[in-house]
């Protein structure tokens, strides 16, 4: 039941009841802003999920090259331990996102919506990074030596594609997402030397294990392409506008 509001009466002749509501009007005022700060501390909070699962998903990267190498059983568990925290990560930002959105102004709502959208790349990065690991450890076979070191050449570029990434977040830095557009193409030239290798007929007859080194190569290179992804957020996020959407040059007249 609600409390009757105390009369005017009794504020004057009785000042101890008077005392009490200025003492309780002051409490709710500190009630208030504390709730507020706790509010902007969780809003905060959300760029700080952010941050983190671009470290995770690095970490995931870094480990495909003992995984390739030496058939390591800790970098098989550290990425899939990894790609399960990224999915916790995307779920906690997903559901929380919409109700911190709507207590912000517009520049913050850009920085929560690209804090959304960076977690689910870096999700795909991680359950793409554990296609690798799963078809590493699968394999009887030895794989060609060739192939272990265009692999890890991609994965190695993939990991430092993340940090950059991750230090341009950190430092607003337009640079970074600069150089990460740039080194796409040098994933994407591996990956299809790796295809050209593997799609001949020679290639075929003699490695009837190529499709799963392909589809490896195809894992690294999608994991690059939403890096790129990364890549273009931060440009927006900086800029206040997309890559994705440049505006069309006239045709001329």
């Not at 959300?46 to 059983?73: E, F, G, M, Q, Y």
């Amino acid at each position: 039941m609600s409390r009757k509001a105390t009369t005017s009466r009794t504020a004057i002749e009785d000042p101890i009841a008077s005392d009490t509501a200025a003492t309780k009007a002051v409490q709710t005022q500190d009630a208030g802003k504390k709730a507020a700060k706790k509010s902007a501390g969780s809003l905060d909070d959300l760029a700080r999920t952010a941050l983190k699962a671009l470290l995770i998903a690095r970490d995931a990267a870094s480990n495909v090259p003992d995984l390739l190498t030496h058939s390591s059983r800790m970098a098989f568990l550290a990425i899939k331990e990894c790609e399960q925290e990224l999915d916790v990560i995307e779920r906690y930002i997903d559901e929380r996102l919409p109700a911190a959105i709507t207590r912000v102004n517009e520049a913050r709502a850009r920085q929560l919506l690209t804090s959304l959208k960076c977690t689910t790349d870096l999700e795909r990065i991680g359950d793409l990074m554990m296609s690798v690991a799963m078809r590493v450890q699968s394999r009887t076979a030895k794989m060609g030596a060739s192939d272990v070191r265009q692999l890890v050449e991609m994965s190695a570029i993939l990991r430092e594609m993340l940090d950059l990434v991750y230090r341009g977040f950190v430092d607003l830095d337009l640079e970074c997402a600069r150089k990460v557009l740039q080194m796409d193409k040098d994933i994407d030239r591996v990956c299809h030397a790796m295809f050209q290798k593997h799609l001949t007929e020679h290639a075929t007859q003699s490695n009837p294990s190529s499709f799963d080194v392909l589809l490896m190569a195809q894992a690294l290179e999608r994991a690059g392409d939403h890096t790129t992804n990364l890549a273009e957020d931060l440009y927006s996020l900086i800029e206040g506008r997309s890559l994705r959407h440049a505006p069309k040059k006239r045709a001329a007249t």
